[in-house]
């Protein structure tokens, strides 16, 4: 490479930024150094798309965005005489997905409120708002969106409104959030894109945060303003207010829509209509040649009248999107991108908004607080989202400074400001359930009009470090933090067959849903099963020594085993009559005996749960079951209780951590006061 004329020494410095500001049109890409409080902008250059590689921002042909954006990174090298390694990029603002949702979590028992808990809250309300959505728009389960961002409206504690939950007293917390996420394949194709060309991806960030960053400098968004970056195929909308950004959106309409016009009113192609409409404002009259080799003369009016109705659906369209994303009238509203600079548009958005004509001006003025050249015109609104690029990773809105690794790579961090372990996990694609785990789903049927339950498998919690050390989701990252994290693993759901419950053949009509039962079969949740007996002159002649001894007859009503019985099955106590013991070989004392023992034997252990038997298994470490590992088999929903929970074993009132013994008697119930 020559590098006589280089702007730069062969090694570009380490705070060099390059940014690449990649467009339905075209790709810009620019290069800038920070020098004091401003950035220095050393290198522009710009490539059209040849072909429709981006559809309305999103990359559609990752190949041809790869070739263009590969000709746009040689001409700067070249230019610099230097190898640009590490690029900068933002994602269309076109796909973004906000939802509004309240979320409710409730502690085990009222304790003072600490970070750990808010987050794991905000955790549970960000992926609740990702379901809400996909639900709505009929997606299926699969996590397919990415979290940009989210903010808080509200939080209560104990059903109170409260600023901050830290340090309160409290058992159910609540928070009103609204939470923003990007489509996984928006942010994956532009990184794939970038790693066709040699580039490593040093920060990313919206469209339209880049556009404000450049439009609105921090110091004057104690106002509420808006900025419109108007491209080809989209609108970014951001609005700010406070001092910081306070939402963003996109209208679906853009500078495209008057090209179309164009062409369909005069009948030329794509490039010629979009020649056109950069010329309005050039020239009285404008000549060209149609598509069927006319050539024409047209006056400026002309142009205008052809593209007035389209020009007023895109003002609309804007105007609407800004008071439904700001919640009203904005003071200011600040236009920027290409198609800015289309006559008639700063007057449309006044006229739609109805806002007064001083308060709605095109971006560029205030470029040059945060940004100089020497050799470009900087004050181009079409620099908006590169500028802003290149501003928001030099000053530390997001930059390479800021890198996190998460799991042996750099995270995807979309925006600036501090971070959370939690935050960054969300960003890059995992939700509340790979941080919790979810239990395996119950399998619950019916046996002789007795609900019987299976349960499924407890969730693997997951794996959490930071810098090798234990962290919790509250924990705040720094710069070179790196991060692991092994997601929690579901647990397993239940699953049963006939023969779990009595085997088909066993000597006993058998009836699922109504249906006899011939040979086994996999049972699923809300079966419904009827043993029914057949008597033999064997079990007549059994039956007459049962009616002789009422004693042996309460002993047997109270049995508890069953050889079919399998861990964490509840079978009502008048399906459970041990068919192993000879009741004219023992006596009733021998027949608890042998009970007891059975359940030690087979390793099991057996409780009276709310009336009803539980069968489990002993721990494998031998450790005694507590009071508190009944609750999750109790029936209660501790999610949406209403009243007061009493716990009681064997008549006295029981607490959390108490040990329990085999056939001890427990109810937890809850009662509404």
């Not at 979810?438 to 046996?447: A, K, M, P």
């Not at 721990?619 to 929970?645: C, H, I």
């Given at each position: 490479?020559?590098?006589?004329?280089?702007?730069?020494?062969?090694?570009?410095?380490?705070q060099?930024?390059?940014?690449?500001?990649?467009?339905?049109?075209?790709?810009?890409?620019?290069?800038?150094?920070?020098?004091?409080?401003?950035?220095?902008?050393?290198?522009?250059?710009?490539?059209?798309?040849?072909k429709?590689?981006?559809?309305?921002?999103?990359?559609?042909?990752?190949?041809?965005?790869?070739?263009?954006?590969?000709?746009?990174?040689?001409?700067?090298?070249?230019?610099?005489?230097?190898?640009?390694?590490?690029?900068?990029?933002?994602?269309?603002?076109?796909?973004?997905?906000?939802?509004?949702?309240?979320?409710?979590?409730?502690?085990?028992?009222?304790?003072?409120?600490?970070?750990?808990?808010?987050?794991?809250?905000?955790?549970?309300?960000?992926?609740?708002?990702?379901?809400?959505?996909?639900?709505?728009?009929?997606?299926?389960n699969?996590?397919?969106?990415?979290?940009?961002?989210?903010?808080?409206s509200?939080?209560?504690?104990?059903?109170?409104?409260?600023?901050?939950?830290?340090?309160?007293?409290?058992?159910?917390?609540?928070a009103?959030?609204?939470?923003?996420?990007?489509?996984?394949?928006?942010v994956?194709?532009?990184?794939?894109?970038?790693?066709?060309?040699?580039?490593?991806?040093?920060?990313?960030?919206?469209?339209?945060?880049?556009?404000?960053?450049?439009?609105?400098?921090?110091?004057?968004?104690?106002?509420?303003?808006?900025?419109?970056?108007?491209?080809?195929?989209?609108?970014?909308?951001?609005?700010?207010?406070?001092?910081?950004?306070?939402?963003?959106?996109?209208?679906?309409?853009?500078?495209?829509?008057?090209?179309?016009?164009?062409?369909?009113?005069?009948?030329?192609?794509?490039?010629?209509?979009?020649?056109?409409k950069?010329?309005?404002?050039?020239?009285?009259?404008?000549?060209?040649?149609?598509?069927?080799?006319?050539e024409?003369?047209?006056?400026?009016?002309?142009?205008?009248?052809?593209?007035?109705?389209?020009?007023?659906r895109?003002?609309?369209?804007?105007?609407?999107?800004?008071?439904?994303?700001?919640g009203?009238?904005?003071?200011?509203?600040?236009?920027?991108?290409?198609?800015?600079?289309?006559?008639?548009?700063?007057?449309?958005?006044?006229?739609?908004?109805?806002?007064?004509?001083?308060?709605?001006?095109?971006?560029?003025?205030?470029?040059?607080?945060?940004?100089?050249?020497?050799?470009?015109?900087?004050?181009?609104?079409?620099?908006?989202?590169?500028?802003?690029?290149?501003?928001?990773?030099?000053?530390?809105?997001?930059?390479?400074?800021?890198?996190?690794?998460?799991?042996?790579?750099?995270?995807?961090?979309?925006r600036?400001?501090?971070?959370?372990?939690?935050?960054?996990?969300?960003?890059?694609?995992?939700?509340?359930?790979?941080?919790?785990?979810?239990s395996?789903?119950?399998?619950?049927?019916?046996?002789?009009?007795?609900?019987?339950?299976?349960?499924?498998?407890?969730?693997?919690?997951?794996v959490?470090?930071?810098?090798?050390?234990?962290?919790?989701?509250?924990?705040?990252?720094?710069?070179?933090?790196?991060?692991?994290?092994?997601?929690?693993?579901?647990?397993?759901?239940?699953s049963?067959?006939?023969?779990?419950?009595?085997k088909?053949?066993?000597?006993?009509?058998?009836?699922?849903n109504?249906?006899?039962?011939?040979?086994?079969?996999?049972?699923?949740?809300?079966?419904?099963?009827?043993?029914?007996?057949?008597?033999?002159?064997?079990?007549?002649a059994?039956?007459?020594?049962?009616?002789?001894?009422?004693?042996?007859?309460?002993?047997?009503?109270?049995?508890?085993?069953?050889?079919?019985?399998?861990?964490?099955?509840?079978?009502?106590?008048?399906?459970?009559?041990?068919?192993?013991?000879k009741?004219?070989?023992?006596?009733?004392?021998?027949?608890?005996?042998?009970?007891?023992?059975?359940?030690?034997?087979?390793?099991k252990?057996?409780?009276?749960?709310?009336?009803?038997?539980?069968?489990?298994?002993?721990?494998?470490?031998?450790?005694?079951?507590?009071?508190?590992?009944?609750?999750?088999?109790?029936?209660?929903?501790?999610?949406?209780?209403?009243?007061?929970?009493?716990?009681?074993?064997?008549?006295?009132?029981?607490?959390?951590?108490?040990?329990?013994?085999?056939?001890?008697?427990?109810?937890?119930?809850?009662?509404?006061?």
């Amino acid at each position: 490479m020559d590098n006589r004329n280089s702007i730069l020494t062969d090694t570009l410095p380490d705070q060099a930024i390059f940014a690449l500001d990649i467009g339905t049109r075209s790709i810009i890409g620019m290069v800038g150094i920070p020098d004091g409080d401003r950035i220095h902008i050393v290198a522009i250059e710009r490539a059209e798309h040849t072909k429709r590689a981006m559809i309305d921002g999103q990359i559609e042909d990752i190949d041809q965005v790869a070739k263009i954006a590969g000709q746009v990174k040689e001409r700067l090298e070249k230019k610099l005489g230097c190898k640009l390694v590490k690029v900068c990029v933002a994602a269309a603002g076109r796909a973004l997905r906000t939802e509004s949702v309240t979320f409710e979590m409730e502690l085990a028992r009222a304790q003072k409120i600490d970070a750990e808990s808010v987050s794991r809250l905000e955790a549970g309300a960000i992926s609740e708002a990702e379901k809400q959505f996909m639900n709505r728009e009929g997606r299926d389960n699969e996590r397919q969106f990415y979290l940009v961002g989210y903010t808080v409206s509200r939080y209560f504690l104990d059903n109170y409104m409260i600023s901050n939950l830290l340090e309160h007293h409290g058992r159910v917390l609540k928070a009103d959030i609204i939470a923003t996420f990007l489509p996984t394949e928006v942010v994956e194709s532009l990184y794939a894109a970038m790693h066709k060309i040699g580039l490593e991806v040093a920060s990313l960030t919206l469209e339209p945060i880049a556009a404000i960053n450049a439009a609105i400098p921090q110091n004057i968004r104690l106002l509420n303003l808006a900025m419109v970056d108007i491209g080809a195929g989209t609108s970014d909308i951001a609005v700010c207010r406070d001092g910081s950004v306070t939402g963003y959106t996109m209208a679906i309409l853009a500078g495209d829509e008057i090209t179309e016009s164009i062409m369909k009113e005069y009948l030329v192609d794509f490039s010629t209509a979009e020649k056109i409409k950069s010329q309005i404002d050039e020239a009285e009259e404008l000549k060209f040649t149609d598509i069927l080799g006319f050539e024409q003369t047209i006056t400026r009016e002309a142009v205008f009248g052809s593209i007035k109705e389209a020009s007023s659906r895109l003002c609309q369209e804007i105007s609407e999107k800004i008071l439904e994303v700001n919640g009203g009238m904005p003071s200011a509203v600040f236009l920027a991108g290409g198609g800015s600079r289309l006559a008639g548009l700063k007057e449309g958005i006044v006229e739609h908004l109805k806002i007064d004509s001083k308060r709605v001006a095109i971006a560029g003025n205030n470029f040059k607080i945060n940004a100089y050249s020497d050799e470009y015109d900087l004050e181009n609104p079409e620099y908006a989202t590169p500028l802003g690029i290149v501003i928001s990773a030099g000053f530390n809105i997001v930059n390479d400074g800021f890198r996190v690794i998460l799991n042996d790579r750099p995270a995807k961090l979309f925006r600036g400001g501090t971070f959370t372990v939690m935050d960054v996990l969300m960003m890059n694609g995992y939700n509340y359930q790979d941080m919790i785990g979810r239990s395996g789903q119950n399998l619950v049927i019916s046996v002789n009009g007795k609900r019987t339950v299976f349960y499924g498998e407890k969730a693997e919690p997951s794996v959490l470090t930071l810098n090798g050390e234990e962290a919790q989701l509250s924990d705040q990252v720094s710069a070179e933090d790196w991060i692991v994290f092994v997601p929690a693993s579901h647990g397993k759901s239940a699953s049963a067959m006939l023969s779990d419950i009595e085997k088909p053949g066993s000597g006993k009509r058998i009836l699922v849903n109504g249906i006899e039962a011939k040979e086994d079969v996999s049972l699923k949740t809300g079966d419904s099963i009827i043993i029914e007996t057949v008597q033999t002159k064997e079990d007549l002649a059994d039956q007459a020594l049962f009616d002789s001894a009422d004693e042996e007859q309460e002993l047997l009503d109270e049995s508890v085993s069953v050889p079919q019985n399998v861990p964490g099955i509840l079978i009502p106590p008048a399906q459970m009559v041990s068919t192993d013991i000879k009741l004219d070989q023992r006596h009733p004392q021998d027949l608890v005996q042998s009970e007891t023992a059975f359940h030690k034997s087979d390793g099991k252990i057996t409780f009276f749960l709310n009336d009803k038997p539980i069968t489990l298994p002993v721990k494998a470490d031998q450790r005694p079951y507590y009071l508190m590992d009944m609750l999750e088999y109790s029936g209660l929903d501790f999610k949406n209780l209403t009243g007061r929970v009493v716990l009681e074993v064997n008549g006295e009132s029981g607490y959390f951590q108490q040990e329990l013994k085999s056939r001890d008697r427990i109810l937890i119930y809850q009662v509404n006061e």
